[in-house]
């Protein structure tokens, strides 16, 4: 899961179908890895909108 959370934050165009299937190999259905992938996703995006904003860095 940790890897596949890295590959989408890297470069989530490089996540293909055999990364969801690494995924139920190791067993976890589809709707975790939709959960999986929303939760990531949602810390992707809100970091980037609290990094461009400025938030926490020092005037």
Wanted: glycine share 6%; net charge neutral.
């Amino acid at each position: 899961m940790v890897d596949y959370v890295v590959k989408l934050t890297k470069d989530a165009t490089k996540v293909w179908k055999d990364d969801h299937e690494k995924l139920r190999a190791a067993g976890f259905e589809d709707k975790a890895i939709l959960q999986i992938t929303l939760i990531a996703s949602w810390f992707n995006y809100i970091n980037r909108v609290a990094d461009s904003l400025g938030v926490g860095r020092e005037p």
